[in-house]
């Protein structure tokens, strides 16, 4: 069997339309968000509250509130802009509380930023040493996600100098802010 036929047959196949779980629908279908650019991520919130669209062309990452999660409605919150040019971002996630996090990668060196979408974009610290000059050879090294506790957890792999190996570490986070931190 030729590659083309087989690709043919694979096209003939029937799909049940009633497999799909959810369909997500926005509030507007005229909406331009991300300024017309195409939708590069997307992430939604543990509990399926909150979910973010990332555009790498346009720079913004665009909040949706799950309005009625039987139709899975999406309604528009708010968008943030990303002014690091230079840099990729290469990972996201985010809470049912509506807290962005966001890994971005430039000259070998990775940083996670967290914003708390409810309250103007404003940024919430790390008391996390890597995102001191923390710098790592494998682009895949940090990752992020919310629990359904609305816990912040970090995994990454770390170089500790003289030592030739990585070590791996897991951090947990309460995401109670004291004074824009968490501990």
Known sequence: MSYNSAINKIDKIDVDKNDVDKIFTFDNIDDKRH???????????????????????????????????????LKFHQTVKINEYFSN?????VSDDKKLAYIKYHDRKQTITVIDMNNKDKKITLNLDIQKSFYIND?????????LKGEFI???????????????????????TKNNKWE
């Not at 992430?43 to 999660?69: A, C, F, H, M």
């Not at 682009?139 to 629990?147: M, R």
């Not at 500790?160 to 791996?168: A, F, L, M, N, R």
Request: aromatic content about 18%; proline content about 1%.
């Open 139 to 147: 682009l895949w090294d940090l990752y992020c996600t919310f629990n």
């Open 35 to 73: 300024n017309g650019k195409h939708i590069t991520m997307i992430e939604i919130s543990p509990k399926e509250k909150y979910l973010i669209t990332y555009s790498k062309e346009d720079r913004s990452i665009v909040g949706w509130n799950v309005e009625n999660i039987d139709k899975v409605q």
């Open 154 to 176: 970090i995994y990454s792999a770390f170089y500790v100098h003289g030592i030739y190996d990585s070590h791996k570490i897991i951090w947990i986070y309460s995401t109670q």
């Open 89 to 93: 971002i290469y990972s996201l996630c």
